[in-house]
């Protein structure tokens, strides 16, 4: 067992730059092994939601009317979200990423959502939903569920909901009726995807 390791970065103090090795080296220099650090993954569902041609719009709107809209599309974003108990975990410059513990619940925050924009502020959204196991860092997600949810946002149309199968399978049931959207290659994602359109007069 080597008594010495050199470290990488420019921090002496030890509660400075990569803590976790710091201490992991000492933990395995005292006892001989290193505990592995544990992977905090939980299941979620997962909306991204969008606005439809913001840069067209901006600049249709102007500076101050472009930042007003975008204002109280901020404003009513949050409002959905407290009444369905979801989580904000990402603003995205014209849009959010969402997280919910369930999907229905999700969707019905998601409709609400894009039912309030147009009259609200005269803009449309879009929204991409999937359910799938992440990782939790801090307030950030991480996995493969999150790249998922959005590359369907991104097939979404515009005031559409679009989901993954899996949402639509786990809200057999519900009452939430859905459109066949297709199979799809989601870009940089493993796999053909079937795609379901949520009809909002059934949320």
Request: aromatic fraction near 6%; include cysteine.
């Amino acid at each position: 067992m080597h008594g010495w390791v050199e470290l990488p970065g420019i921090d002496h103090a030890p509660w400075e730059g990569d803590t976790d090795r710091y201490v992991g080296e000492i933990e395995e220099f005292l006892t001989g092994v290193r505990e592995r650090r544990r992977s905090n993954r939980v299941l979620a569902t997962l909306v991204f939601i969008d606005l439809v041609d913001s840069t067209a719009r901006a600049a249709e709107l102007g500076d101050e009317g472009w930042r007003r809209a975008m204002a109280r599309h901020d404003e009513i974003v949050r409002q959905h979200l407290r009444r369905f108990d979801g989580r904000e975990v990402k603003h995205t410059g014209d849009g959010f990423l969402l997280m919910f513990d369930g999907p229905a619940r999700a969707m019905r925050c998601a409709t609400s959502i894009l039912r309030s924009m147009p009259g609200e502020i005269g803009l449309d959204v879009r929204a991409g939903v999937h359910t799938g196991e992440v990782e939790v860092l801090g307030s950030d997600l991480r996995g493969l569920a999150v790249h998922v949810a959005a590359r369907i946002r991104a097939l979404a149309r515009p005031c559409e909901i679009l989901v993954s199968n899996t949402v639509k399978e786990l809200v057999l049931g519900s009452g939430i009726c859905f459109e066949d959207r297709g199979t799809h290659a989601l870009r940089g994602v493993p796999d053909h995807w079937q795609l379901h359109a949520v009809l909002q007069n059934s949320t």
